[in-house]
């Protein structure tokens, strides 16, 4: 790598160990990279430069007396602006935290500071996560790193694109509907939505859901693994949080893909996908098919699950922002608007029936996997579209329903909460990235799912079409 900050983050902290890379020499080339290419994408929005130096010459001078490392000691990292971050401005994307500087971290950004992590600033999101278009009223809009000109994805937009750019080796990032997988798709790097409690979160309003998981962003899985074992706990903050051996997350051995029967959907089932896309993940798993026991075409059964996850989102759009909508409507941006004021008109029968369908949705995926030990399927619906458009609003020349309907791919999953890994999948037919999820067989599959990403990652970089893209940081130096 020709600079420190394009180092993974498992090379750099090991360089960290050995005294042959020093966390202020890591933090600056990490700085350098954002003043160099930020001004084009928009990602890093809240910087905490001088902090993030005072905290990289004191992790030198650990590692100069000996002490004992954490496992992500002088690591730089983004914080995706939902994170509440102590002492560092907090705005949720919304101007009504625009001036917000909270007193504590989260617990989260807590035990990844105490793991050695050295905050490098906040990253980019939608007004409180509703949307996969990364703009709000505070920040504006971010690009992608591909070509500035068109969507990086959301929620965790900016997260996405500092991992891709180099400015930083690890990101923070939620999920709900793709939050975590979109992004990761549209910008190539890696995330894993892991099962609901794995990362234990005190943020979430309704904790007994599927509905939002806190995950790792990297730029490979050894990378994606090393964040989550520090993440991970049992934690009685969160009502879904279980026993998990956390270390044991961050040591993932490539499981034997010649063992394994692969079942892939290019829609799962009924999912509106662009034809594109769907043509490039048939041709792209037709590359590396040969690698498993048995490879076979086969959908999910999950013909409503768009309607069950936004009658379910409905529910946490009225949660979480009743008290906004009531007395601050007028500031309130048109996604988060929309959802909660759509979720007003839903109906107690409505809502019954969405939660019975994501138990039947998830019994069938069970089902399904009796006879499948992994399904891949693609990791975004549609190319990274316009910076001008909120919202995919066509697929195939066919209306979309409502504003995450483009999204189904990623949310279908989100309703039966099994583990999903995102992979890069090269470019599309538009030169930007897709991706490809790793869906694992049941929930707490999470080291599985990762064992078999991380076996994937190694025959997709050998091959031109599949290897992970990567953006030249001179082309968007302004």
């Known amino acids: 790598m020709s600079e420190p900050c394009d180092l993974s983050a498992c090379e750099a902290r090991r360089q960290i160990g050995r005294k042959a890379l020093s966390p202020v020499e890591l933090v600056e080339s990490c700085i350098g990279r954002i003043e160099a290419v930020d001004g084009a994408l928009n990602a890093m929005v809240t910087r905490c430069f001088e902090r993030a130096r005072s905290e990289a010459s004191a992790a030198e001078d650990a590692v100069m007396r000996g002490d004992a490392l954490g496992a992500l000691h002088g690591l730089p990292l983004g914080v995706k602006d939902l ?16 001036d917000n500087v909270p007193d504590t971290d989260e617990r989260i950004i807590a035990v990844l500071r105490a793991a050695g992590a050295i905050v490098i600033g906040k990253t980019n999101t939608p007004e409180f996560g509703a949307g996969a278009n990364t703009t709000n009223q505070v920040f504006g809009a971010t690009g992608n790193p591909f070509d500035p000109k068109r969507i990086c994805g959301g929620s965790s937009g900016g997260s996405a694109v500092a991992l891709a750019t180099g400015m930083a080796p690890l990101c923070t990032g939620s999920d709900t509907g793709g939050s975590l997988r979109t ?41 994606c693994a090393l964040m989550l074992s520090v993440m991970a706990a049992n934690d009685c903050c969160d009502p879904l949080a279980g026993p998990v051996d956390a270390a044991a997350l961050g040591v993932i051995e490539p499981v034997d893909l010649s063992s394994l029967r692969v079942a892939w959907s290019t829609d799962l089932g009924c999912m509106p996908v662009d034809n594109g896309i769907a043509r490039l993940f048939e041709e792209r798993i037709g590359l590396i098919a040969s690698s498993f026991a048995s490879c076979e075409q086969r959908d999910p059964a999950m013909t409503h699950a768009l309607d069950a996850f936004w009658y379910i989102r409905g529910v946490h759009f ?26 007003l008109e839903m109906t107690a029968e409505q809502i019954a029936w969405a939660n019975a369908e994501q138990t039947r949705i998830f019994r069938d995926l069970q089902r399904f996997f009796a006879d499948a030990d992994i399904l891949l399927c693609p990791g975004n619906s549609v190319p990274p579209f316009p910076l001008e458009q909120l919202f995919c609003d066509e697929i195939n020349g066919q209306k979309t329903a409502n504003y995450v309907e483009w999204l189904g791919v990623a949310s279908a999953i989100t309703l039966t909460g099994h583990p999903v890994t995102m992979l890069p999948l090269g470019l599309d037919h538009t030169g930007t990235p897709m991706g490809m999820q790793v869906v694992g067989p049941r929930r707490h599959a999470d080291r599985f799912t990762l064992g078999v990403a991380a076996a994937l990652e190694k025959i997709l970089q050998t091959i031109p079409a599949t290897k992970r893209p990567i953006p030249d940081p001179k082309a968007l130096q302004s």
């Not at 979430?204 to 990378?223: C, H, K, W």
């Not at 009225?318 to 979720?343: I, K, M, T």
């Open 318 to 343: 009225l949660a979480a922002h009743a008290d906004r909508y009531a007395n601050q409507r007028d500031r309130l941006g048109p996604n988060v608007l929309s959802n909660y004021e759509a979720a």
């Open 83 to 98: 994170n509440v971050t102590q002492g560092v401005r907090t705005t949720y994307g919304s101007p009504l935290y625009a």
């Open 183 to 223: 992004p990761a798709s549209f910008c190539g790097i890696v995330s894993h939505r892991g099962t609901p409690g794995l990362v234990p979160s005190d943020m979430r309003g309704i904790g007994l859901s599927t509905y939002g998981v806190q995950g790792p962003m990297a730029r490979n899985i050894g990378d």
